[in-house]
C-alpha cells in the first residue's frame, strides 16, 4: 500500500458545535472539508480509523478521463485543475503520466470508438491510437492489439498519501480533522439534522454529509434510511523488479499498472472483482439485478463466512453503545491471490519487462457500488441537513476533488461545478426518499 503518510491530525477535544460535520475521511469527505473550509464555514470532519486508511489507500492510484460515463465525464473532467492545484502544494506522486486502454479485439476497439464519440462534445484530450501506432506509444509491447484509446493528460498518484494531502489542506483552511472519531448517529431535532453523536461526545450542527464509503447504507439504515449500495472486494498488490515498462498507465482486459512513486509498480486486473454473498445481497438483489447481468463476466459470486459476519453486524445500534464503526476501526479485507496471479500472467505476456517482476505486496479494499455505477452526491430529500457523497463504484479516488466541491456547493448554495441532476438519489425509485422516522422534539 500506500506507505508515504503526513502527519497525524489534531487531538483536541471536539468542538461542542459546527457548521458542517464530515462522517468518513477518505478523498471525498477530505475535499469536500477542503472544499468548505475555503469558502469560510466551520467544517468537521470526523474519521473512525485513519485518514485515507479504506478504499482511498487502497485503489489503484488511477486518474482518468478515459471510459467514464457521461454523467461521470464532466466530474473526471473538473477534477483535473483541482489535482493539479493540489499537486502544486504537496508532494503525494501525481503525475500526468498518461492513461492507455489497450482493446484486445476489434469488437473492443469499436466500444472505445464508440465512447470517443459520443463523448465528443466535451472537451478532451483522449484519442484513439491504431494499431500499427501502439509500438511508439507502448515500447515492449507484445501481442495482436486492435489499438487503443489514449489520454495524455490522465495522471496517477499515491492514493494515501494524496488523500491525507487533502485533508491536511483542509485543516490549514480551518476545518477540524478527528481520526479514531467514530460517528454513532445523527441527531435529529424537529424531523432535520441537528447534530451528529460520536464515540466522543455530541456535536451540534445544522448539515452533515455522509461520505463513509462501504459503511454508508449501514450508518443510513440506522439513521432510518435506505442506500442502494452494495460492497464489492477489489484485490491489488505492488509487485518489484519490473523494467523497461511504459511510463503510462496501462490498462487492459486482463491486468492494469502504473509505475509508482518508489519505482515499483501496482498492478491489478481490471474489472475483476468478488462480491461476497451476504445479507444485503438478497435485500438488494432486485435493485441490483440489471448491474449483475450487465457484469457477470467479472463478477465472481462467492459465498462464504462474510454471510454469516454480515449477519451478525447490527444494523440498529444505540448511540450510548460502542458501534460497528468501532468495531472495524479499519475495513482491511483479504485480497484474492489467484486474480493477483493471473494479472501478473497476464502482464507478462503482454510487456517482457515483467518477466522478473514478483508480487511483494497485496491487499484489498471494499468498493461501495450502486446499481448503475454512478455516485450518489445531494441533499437527502427525506432529512433537512443530510447530504449523501457516496456509492462511487471504484471510480472516486480521481473524481474525488471535484465530487468534493460540489457537495461544498450544494451545502452552501453556489452555483454547482458540475450538474447535480444525474447524481440524485431520486434516480432509484425505489429508494425515493421519506421522512426520516425518529426525531426529537
Ligand atoms: C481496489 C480498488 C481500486 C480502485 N481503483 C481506483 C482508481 O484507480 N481510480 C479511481 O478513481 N478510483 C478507484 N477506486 C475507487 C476509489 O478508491 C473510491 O471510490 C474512493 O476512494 C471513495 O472515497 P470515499 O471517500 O467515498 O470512501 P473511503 O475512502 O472508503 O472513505 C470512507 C471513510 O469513512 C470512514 N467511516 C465510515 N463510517 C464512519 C463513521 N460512522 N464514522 C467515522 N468515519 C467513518 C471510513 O473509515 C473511511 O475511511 C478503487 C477502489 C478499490 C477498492
Same mark, same amino acid.
Given at each position: 500500500?500506500?506507505?508515504?503518510?503526513?502527519?497525524?491530525?489534531?487531538?483536541?477535544?471536539?468542538?461542542?458545535?459546527?457548521?458542517?460535520?464530515?462522517?468518513?475521511?477518505?478523498?471525498?469527505?477530505?475535499?469536500?472539508?477542503?472544499?468548505?473550509?475555503?469558502?469560510?464555514?466551520?467544517?468537521?470532519?470526523?474519521?473512525?480509523?485513519?485518514?485515507?486508511?479504506?478504499?482511498?489507500?487502497?485503489?489503484?492510484?488511477?486518474?482518468?478521463?478515459?471510459?467514464? !460515463?457521461? @454523467?461521470?465525464?464532466?466530474?473526471?473532467?473538473?477534477?483535473?485543475?483541482?489535482?493539479?492545484?493540489?499537486?502544486?502544494?504537496?508532494?503525494?506522486?501525481?503525475?500526468?503520466?498518461?492513461?492507455?486502454?489497450?482493446?484486445?479485439?476489434?469488437?473492443?476497439?469499436?466500444?472505445?470508438?464508440?465512447?470517443?464519440?459520443?463523448?465528443?462534445?466535451?472537451?478532451?484530450?483522449?484519442?484513439?491510437? @491504431?494499431?500499427?501506432?501502439?509500438?511508439?506509444?507502448?515500447?515492449?509491447?507484445?501481442?495482436?492489439?486492435?489499438?487503443?484509446?489514449?489520454?495524455?493528460?490522465?495522471?496517477?498518484?499515491?492514493?494515501?498519501?494524496?488523500?491525507?494531502?487533502?485533508?491536511?489542506?483542509?485543516?490549514?483552511?480551518?476545518?477540524?480533522?478527528?481520526?479514531?472519531?467514530?460517528?454513532?448517529?445523527?441527531?435529529?431535532?424537529?424531523?432535520?439534522?441537528?447534530? &451528529?453523536?460520536?464515540?466522543?461526545?455530541?456535536?451540534?450542527?445544522?448539515?452533515?454529509?455522509?461520505?463513509?464509503?462501504?459503511?454508508?447504507?449501514?450508518?443510513?439504515?440506522?439513521?432510518?434510511?435506505?442506500?442502494?449500495?452494495?460492497?464489492?472486494?477489489?484485490?491489488?498488490?505492488?509487485?518489484?523488479?519490473?523494467?523497461?515498462?511504459?511510463?503510462?498507465?496501462?490498462?487492459?482486459?486482463?491486468?492494469?499498472?502504473?509505475?509508482?512513486?518508489?519505482?515499483? $509498480?501496482?498492478?491489478?486486473?481490471?474489472?475483476?472483482?468478488?462480491?461476497? &454473498?451476504?445479507?444485503?445481497?438478497?435485500?438488494?438483489?432486485?435493485?441490483?439485478?440489471?448491474?449483475?447481468?450487465?457484469?457477470?463476466?467479472?463478477?465472481?459470486?462467492?459465498?462464504?463466512?462474510?454471510?454469516?459476519?454480515?449477519?451478525?453486524?447490527?444494523?440498529?445500534?444505540?448511540?450510548?453503545?460502542?458501534?460497528?464503526?468501532?468495531?472495524?476501526?479499519?475495513?482491511?479485507? !483479504?485480497?484474492?491471490?489467484?486474480?493477483?496471479?493471473?494479472?501478473?500472467?497476464?502482464?507478462?505476456?503482454?510487456?517482457?519487462?515483467?518477466?522478473?517482476?514478483?508480487?511483494?505486496?497485496?491487499?484489498?479494499?471494499?468498493?461501495?457500488?450502486?446499481?448503475?455505477?454512478?455516485?450518489?452526491?445531494?441533499? $437527502?430529500?427525506?432529512?433537512?441537513?443530510?447530504? &449523501?457523497?457516496?456509492?462511487?463504484?471504484? $471510480?472516486?479516488?480521481?473524481?474525488?476533488?471535484?465530487?468534493?466541491?460540489?457537495?461544498?456547493?450544494?451545502?452552501?448554495?453556489?452555483?454547482?461545478?458540475?450538474?447535480?441532476?444525474?447524481?440524485?438519489?431520486?434516480?432509484?425509485?425505489?429508494?425515493?426518499?421519506?421522512?426520516?422516522?425518529?426525531?426529537?422534539?
Amino acid at each position: 500500500m500506500d506507505a508515504a503518510l503526513s502527519p497525524g491530525f489534531s487531538q483536541a477535544p471536539l468542538p461542542r458545535e459546527t457548521d458542517v460535520a464530515i462522517i468518513g475521511g477518505g478523498i471525498v469527505g477530505a475535499a469536500t472539508a477542503l472544499a468548505l473550509a475555503h469558502r469560510g464555514l466551520r467544517v468537521l470532519l470526523c474519521e473512525k480509523g485513519t485518514v485515507g486508511a479504506e478504499q482511498s489507500g487502497r485503489n489503484w492510484g488511477f486518474i482518468r478521463t478515459v471510459g467514464r !460515463a457521461r @454523467a461521470e465525464l464532466p466530474l473526471a473532467l473538473a477534477s483535473r485543475p483541482l489535482w493539479q492545484a493540489a499537486a502544486a502544494r504537496a508532494a503525494f506522486g501525481y503525475r500526468e503520466c498518461g492513461y492507455v486502454s489497450l482493446a484486445a479485439n476489434p469488437a473492443e476497439m469499436a466500444r472505445q470508438e464508440d465512447w470517443l464519440q459520443r463523448m465528443a462534445d466535451f472537451a478532451m484530450d483522449a484519442r484513439p491510437v @491504431a494499431a500499427r501506432s501502439l509500438a511508439a506509444l507502448l515500447p515492449g509491447l507484445r501481442g495482436n492489439w486492435a489499438g487503443a484509446t489514449y489520454s495524455p493528460l490522465d495522471a496517477c498518484a499515491e492514493p494515501a498519501a494524496a488523500t491525507r494531502a487533502f485533508a491536511a489542506r483542509a485543516a490549514a483552511a480551518g476545518a477540524e480533522i478527528r481520526e479514531g472519531c467514530a460517528v454513532r448517529g445523527l441527531d435529529l431535532i424537529g424531523g432535520r439534522i441537528g447534530g &451528529i453523536v460520536t464515540e466522543a461526545g455530541r456535536v451540534a450542527c445544522a448539515g452533515v454529509v455522509l461520505a463513509a464509503g462501504a459503511w454508508s447504507r449501514r450508518f443510513a439504515f440506522n439513521a432510518g434510511l435506505s442506500l442502494p449500495q452494495l460492497q464489492v472486494l477489489g484485490s491489488v498488490c505492488r509487485v518489484e523488479g519490473a523494467r523497461d515498462l511504459p511510463d503510462a498507465i496501462v490498462s487492459a482486459a486482463g491486468f492494469s499498472f502504473r509505475r509508482r512513486q518508489d519505482g515499483s $509498480h501496482t498492478l491489478a486486473q481490471r474489472g475483476t472483482s468478488v462480491t461476497d &454473498i451476504v445479507p444485503d445481497t438478497l435485500r438488494l438483489f432486485t435493485a441490483f439485478l440489471p448491474a449483475f447481468r450487465r457484469q457477470w463476466r467479472h463478477l465472481r459470486l462467492r459465498l462464504g463466512r462474510r454471510f454469516l459476519e454480515e449477519a451478525r453486524m447490527p444494523r440498529r445500534f444505540a448511540a450510548d453503545r460502542a458501534s460497528p464503526f468501532e468495531t472495524v476501526r479499519i475495513l482491511d479485507p !483479504a485480497p484474492v491471490a489467484d486474480i493477483l496471479a493471473t494479472a501478473l500472467a497476464n502482464a507478462r505476456a503482454a510487456f517482457a519487462g515483467f518477466g522478473p517482476a514478483r508480487i511483494v505486496e497485496s491487499w484489498a479494499g471494499m468498493i461501495d457500488a450502486t446499481p448503475d455505477e454512478l455516485p450518489i452526491l445531494g441533499p $437527502h430529500a427525506g432529512l433537512p441537513g443530510l447530504f &449523501i457523497a457516496t456509492g462511487f463504484s471504484a $471510480h472516486g479516488f480521481g473524481i474525488g476533488p471535484a465530487a468534493g466541491h460540489l457537495m461544498a456547493d450544494l451545502l452552501s448554495g453556489a452555483h454547482p461545478i458540475v450538474d447535480p441532476a444525474p447524481f440524485r438519489l431520486e434516480r432509484f425509485a425505489r429508494f425515493a426518499p421519506r421522512p426520516a422516522p425518529e426525531t426529537r422534539a
